[in-house]
C-alpha cells in the first residue's frame, strides 16, 4: 500500500531525503493532529510500519501518552505537546488534522474550547498546509448528516440538522461541519494558490469502535463494553431501536490513507455498512462479554439520530476501499484491551 512519489507531491519537506530499506520511495514527513488519540494512535501505527517519519501533535486533552509509549524509542517518531488552537510551523508533507474532542462527554466539558478547536484549530492547520504545501486532510463526520431523512446516506445528502443553537449533541457535534465548510470555501475562493502543492482530503467518519477509545467517553459501544465488564447493567437510550453502524478501526485508517493517497478531494463516507439497532449492538456485547448482563433503559438525549448507515459506494469505486471487519470480529479486540485497562486501573 506503499504511494509511488509520482502521487505525491514531493515538498521541501522530502526532497533530498534517503530512502530507508524497504521503502521505493523516499520516506514522507506526516504530522497527525490528534495523533495520541484513539483514531490517531493507529493511524501513527500504521505510517511508522510502513517506513515514514510521523510527528503528533496532541494537547493530551482525550488523548494518551500510553496510546504511542511504543513508539518512543523509533528514531522516526516525535510527539508535541501543542494545543492546534495556537499556530505552529513545521516542515511536512501531509497534515491528517484529527484534533478535536469526539465523544459527548469531552465536547460537551468546555463547549467554547471546543468551538475554538474545531474553527480555530483547522484555520491553523490549514493554513500550516498552504503555507509549506502539504496534503491536508480533514477528519470530519457523519454527524453533517443530522438525523437523516435519506438511508442510507450518500456523500451528496444535505443532511437534516437542528440548526438551533444549544448545547446539545447537534450543534457542537456539527463544528467539524463548519470546519468542513471552512475548509473547502477557502480552496474555492482561491486562498490556497492553485500552484501550491496543497492539496485537500475531506473524510466524514461514522462510528468508530476498537482498543484504545476512551473507557468513559458516553459512546455507546465503549460504555456497553465497559459496563457488562464492569457487571453493571448497560444503558440503552430511548427504546433502544435507533440505529447505527459501526466500524472497526483499522478498516477506519486504511480508509484515511487510500484517501490521503487518492486524487480525490472528497468528501468520503468512511464507515461500515453494517446497521444495528442499539438492542442488537447490546445482545452483540453480551454475547462477546457475559450472556447474563442486564439491560437499563434510560431516557434519551434531545435530538438524537433514530438512524445512520454510510453509502460506500463513492469509497469503494473511487479509492478501492470498503471496510473488512465485522462487528462481531472487532468487538472482541477491544474486549481484550479494555479487560486489561480496567484491571489495571483496579489494581
Ligand atoms: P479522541 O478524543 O480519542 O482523539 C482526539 C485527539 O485530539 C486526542 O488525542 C486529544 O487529546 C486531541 N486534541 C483535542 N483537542 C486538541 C487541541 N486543541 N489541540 C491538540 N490536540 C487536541 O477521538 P477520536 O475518536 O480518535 O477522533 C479523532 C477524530 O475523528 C476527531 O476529529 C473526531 O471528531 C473524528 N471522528 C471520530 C469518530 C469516532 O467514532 N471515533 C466519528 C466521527 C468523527
Ligand atoms: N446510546 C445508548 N446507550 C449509551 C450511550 C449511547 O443507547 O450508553 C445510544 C445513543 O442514544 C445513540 C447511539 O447509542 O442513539 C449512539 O451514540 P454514540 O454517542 O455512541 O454515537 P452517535 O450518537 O454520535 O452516533
Not at 491536508?136 to 435519506?150: A, Q
Request: proline content about 7%; hydrophobic content about 40%.
Amino acid at each position: 500500500d506503499v504511494p509511488h512519489r509520482d502521487l505525491l507531491p514531493v515538498s521541501a519537506a522530502s526532497a533530498g531525503r534517503r530512502m530507508p530499506v524497504g521503502l521505493r520511495r523516499p520516506p514522507l514527513r506526516i504530522v497527525v493532529t490528534g495523533g495520541a488519540g484513539f483514531v490517531g494512535s493507529h493511524l501513527v501505527d500504521k505510517l511508522l510500519a510502513r517506513g515514514d517519519s510521523v510527528i503528533v501533535i496532541d494537547n493530551f486533552f482525550t488523548g494518551r501518552k500510553e496510546n504511542v509509549v511504543h513508539h518512543f524509542h523509533n528514531p522516526r517518531f516525535e510527539l508535541i505537546r501543542h494545543d492546534v488552537v495556537e499556530p505552529i510551523l513545521l516542515e511536512v508533507d501531509q497534515i491528517y488534522h484529527l484534533a478535536c474532542p469526539a465523544s459527548p462527554v469531552h465536547y460537551k466539558y468546555n463547549p467554547i474550547k471546543t468551538i475554538k478547536t474545531n474553527v480555530m484549530g483547522t484555520l491553523n492547520m490549514l493554513g500550516l498546509a498552504k503555507r509549506i504545501g502539504a496534503r491536508f486532510l480533514l477528519t470530519s463526520t457523519s454527524e453533517i448528516y443530522g438525523d437523516p431523512l435519506e438511508h442510507p446516506q450518500k456523500e451528496t445528502y444535505w443532511g437534516n440538522v437542528n440548526p438551533i443553537v444549544h448545547l446539545g449533541r447537534v450543534c457542537l457535534a456539527c463544528l467539524p461541519t463548519v470546519s468542513e465548510v471552512i475548509v473547502t470555501l477557502c480552496l474555492l475562493h482561491g486562498q490556497v494558490r492553485k500552484s501550491s502543492h496543497f492539496q485537500l482530503r475531506i473524510a466524514r467518519i461514522f462510528n468508530t469502535y476498537g482498543p484504545r477509545m476512551c473507557i468513559d467517553d458516553g459512546r455507546v459501544v465503549s460504555n456497553f463494553v465497559a459496563q457488562a465488564l464492569r457487571r453493571q447493567p448497560l444503558t440503552v437510550y430511548g427504546d433502544g431501536k435507533q440505529t447505527r453502524s459501526f466500524q472497526y478501526v483499522s478498516d477506519l485508517v486504511d480508509g484515511l490513507v487510500a484517501l490521503m493517497e487518492s486524487e480525490h478531494i472528497g468528501p468520503f463516507n468512511l464507515g461500515n455498512p453494517g446497521e444495528f439497532t442499539m438492542l442488537e449492538l447490546a445482545e452483540v456485547v453480551k454475547e462477546t462479554i457475559d450472556s447474563t448482563a442486564a439491560i437499563e433503559f434510560k431516557p434519551n438525549t434531545a435530538d438524537d439520530p433514530h438512524m445512520r448507515k454510510p453509502d460506500i459506494t463513492k469509497a469503494k469505486e473511487l479509492l478501492n476501499w470498503e471496510p473488512k471487519i465485522s462487528l462481531r470480529e472487532g468487538l472482541p479486540r477491544m474486549v481484550t484491551n479494555f479487560r486489561q485497562r480496567i484491571l489495571d486501573a483496579q489494581s
